[in-house]
C-alpha cells in the first residue's frame, strides 16, 4: 500500500468516532517501533517528522525509511506528515519529497518562535492549502500557540499564553479551507507540560468543546499530549536519569477530546522517555555492552509497548482494514470539485 493521505485517515477516524496518535521518528528504529505497534494492534498510522527531523536524517533517509515501512507493513494505511512546517517553502519541499501531508504553522512567524499575526496566519496556510490540495495532499493548520519548546519550535511560553478562540478558530478554518486544525488548549511541548496533575484551570478542556460546536465537521488535533507517566520517568531515574517530576495529558482527557473532535493526537516526548529507559537500564545493568544492537533492541521494544498501547487507548486499533486508500490524484480531484 502506498502513503495516504492524512485527510482519508481523519475522515475514517470521525466516522468511526476514534482518534489517532501522530508519533515523531527520526530514525528506522522509531519508524520501525511505530510499524511494528500498528501490525500488533492493526491500526492506520501517522508518522511525522519535524524540520528538526528532516535534518537529522538528512530528508532522503527519513523518505526512503519511510517507503521500505509500505514495503514491509502493506496491510497498514501509513501517513507521512510533516510536524510543525515554519514557511510555504518548508511545506513545498515536503510535498516535492513525498510526504502526505502537511502542517503550515502560522501561528508563529518563519523563525518558529514569534507569535504571528491572524491576517499572517490566515495568507500562509491558505496558500498551502492551494499548493496541497492540487496534489492531493492534506493541510493541518495551527490557531493559537502552544507553550514550551521542541526541536527549537515553539513560542517558549506557557500553554496558557496563547489560547485558541473558538470564534477566531472559525473565521480561521472557513477563510483557509485547511482538512485539521491544531489548537492551543493548555499543552506544551516537551517533558515538562505540567507542574501538578492538570486540572480546569490548566488544560481548557472547554475551550476545546466549545471549538468542536462551532466546528463539527473540522478534524481537530491536540499538540504536545504526551501523557508522560511516571512508570517511564521512574525507569530513567532509576537507572541514573535525573528528571525533575513533571505532568502530561492524561489519556482520559484525549479520550474524552476524543468524543469532542479530536481525530490526531500528537506524540513524542512518551516514546522519546522509554526509548531513553531502556537504554539506560542496558548500560547500568551491563557495563561490559558495546554492541548498539544490544541497547537499540530492547529501545525499540519499549516504544513499540508505549505506541500500541496508546493505539488502543486512541481507539484506532482494529482500524488498518476498514477501508482502501484513495490516490492522492483522487484526493485532489475530489478537492477540485468541492472548490468548484
Ligand atoms: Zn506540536
Known sequence: MPLVSMRQVLDEAAKGGYGVGAFNVNNMEQIQSIMEAARETQSPVIVQASRGARAYSQDRFLYHLMIAATELYPEIP??????????????????????????????????????????YNVEVTKKVVEMAHAKGVTVEGEIGCLGGIEDGHGSGGSGLDHLTDPAQAEEFVKLTGLDALAIAIGTSHGAYKFAKQPSGD????????????RLPNTHLVMHGSSSVP????????????????????????????????????????????????????????????????SYMKPAREAMKKVVALRMTQFGQAGHAKDYTPIPLAEMAKKYEAVAV
Not at 251 to 276: F, P, S, Y
Request: aromatic share 6%; charged share 25%; proline share 6%.
Open 78 to 119: 501509513t501517513v507521512l506528515h510533516l510536524d510543525h512546517g515554519n514557511s510555504p517553502e518548508t511545506c513545498k519541499s515536503a510535498i516535492d519529497m513525498g510526504f502526505t501531508s502537511v502542517m503550515m504553522d502560522g501561528s508563529l512567524m518563519p523563525d518558529g518562535k514569534t507569535p504571528s499575526t491572524f491576517e
Open 230 to 293: 511516571k512508570d517511564l520517568q521512574d525507569i530513567i531515574n532509576q537507572y541514573g536519569g535525573k528528571l525533575k517530576p513533571t505532568w502530561g495529558v492524561p489519556v482520559e482527557e484525549i479520550q474524552l477530546g476524543i468524543k469532542n473532535g479530536v481525530r490526531k493526537i500528537n506524540v513524542d516526548t512518551d516514546n522519546r522517555l522509554a526509548i531513553t529507559g531502556a537504554i539506560r537500564k542496558v548500560f547500568m545493568e551491563k557495563p561490559e555492552e558495546f554492541d548498539p544492537r
Open 202 to 213: 490548566t488544560l481548557k478542556m472547554e475551550t476545546l468543546i466549545a471549538i468542536h460546536k
